[in-house]
């Protein structure tokens, strides 16, 4: 009995962190359908964070190039070998707190990997399959 309230109190107390947690990643979410063509699409996040993009290099990059294919998992920078905290928002609550961070790390890794800042949609799509796993 004493387990199965413990268990309820844990599972209280953690779902208001949870709410903040996710809720400045929906508000960006609300804004950027404002401005995009069709609803987020969890799948089409998953897809456009694979797809790999020709840069300017050279070579090819994708999102998964630095934060790899299991976004649950840390990731490593491959130019400055920096480590990367997971992606995925079960594992990192912490991670879409901040709209200004969010945003911040949309544009520069947009103009990184994509060699352009990312639309509207597409963030929409990426935060509906961040926020998803």
């Known amino acids: 009995m004493l387990r199965k309230i413990l ?58 190039t630095c934060h790899t294919t299991d976004i649950t998992q840390p990731g490593k920078h491959i130019k400055t070998k920096k480590d990367i905290d997971p992606m995925a928002l079960s594992v990192n609550k912490e991670r879409y707190t901040d709209r200004k961070k969010i945003e911040k790390w949309f544009k520069r890794n947009c103009k990184w990997t994509w060699g352009r800042e990312c639309s509207a949609q597409e963030k929409g799509d990426f935060l509906e399959y961040l926020l998803a796993q």
């Open 7 to 64: 268990s309820i109190m844990l599972l209280t107390y953690s779902l208001p962190q949870f709410a903040y947690t996710e809720n400045a990643a929906r508000e960006l979410q609300a804004s950027y359908q404002a401005q995009a063509t069709t609803p987020f699409s969890l799948d089409a996040g998953r897809i456009k964070w694979s797809q790999e993009v020709q840069h300017k290099s050279g070579g090819t990059r994708s999102c998964t």
